[in-house]
């Protein structure tokens, strides 16, 4: 049985250091002013600092509270304390957090204007903030690691060539290259893989492809994170190509390989 543990990222620690190198400003609020006091806010416009936290799917959160929780491998996290809803941060703020693959969160500063109502899909947050401006107060660096797009002979196929003629190859049994990537809720082949600079929180970017078999006794060969929490290493792949379906988490994926064999590439 796998064990896992939770971690926890709570924005009272991270404040004391980031205040005392004059980060913030003066005029900046903690979440936990707000959300003890939301009638002094209400209407007015306020810069506020927290954890923001985004998921998607049918019930979309997007939030900001005091702190967040995680799985050991950054997966299922949940927020802490109370929160207010959020109605929008930019995408190039939202690219510079922890991007597990379930999840988007981070210690951000927003200003804008606080509103009471009911909010989100369940309608069960009375306040929201609604964003003009948003920055990072925690910078996320990455390091990513790509297959290029040359040519692989031997009968293979690159996974450039492999999704621009998706059609051609559409049922057909085909060996491809690419990085694998695991960890518990996407099963997918990537071009490439983006890790923080400590190797934590590795996520697929690039093209990808959703893809289930990989032979577990090869993931044993790969990068594999603390307590079984994901997989991920450069491999080649063969297997039965399919394209133009909804396959994998939420249907979001329209090609998928049912994994044959698989050969680690050092």
Known sequence: MVV??????VLMTFLSLIT??????????????V??????????DITVAGAYLAKPGEKPLSILAAGVSTLDNGL????????????????????NLHRPGDATYGFVKITGKLEAGTFGPEKNYKYQLVVSKAEVIEQIKRNEQRITNTALGDGKVSMFDLLDKSSDYNGKKITTQGYYFWNSAIYVLAEG????????????????????????????ELTVGPNNSFVWGKVEVTGT??????????GAYKEFIQAESATVIK
């Open 193 to 220: 893989i983006s890790t923080e600079e400590d190797g934590s929180s590795p996520q697929p970017v690039g093209k990808i492809i959703w893809m289930e078999g990989f032979p577990p006794d090869k993931s044993a």
């Open 35 to 44: 959300t003890a006091a939301y009638d002094k806010y209400v209407g007015k």
């Open 20 to 33: 005392s190198c004059g980060l913030l400003g003066d005029n900046t609020l903690h979440i936990a002013d």
């Open 241 to 250: 190509f399919q394209s133009g379906g909804n396959f994998g988490r939420d």
């Open 76 to 95: 299922d996290a949940q927020a802490l304390g109370d929160a207010v809803w959020v109605d929008k941060i930019p995408d190039d703020v939202a690219l």
């Open 4 to 9: 896992r543990f939770r971690r926890i990222m």
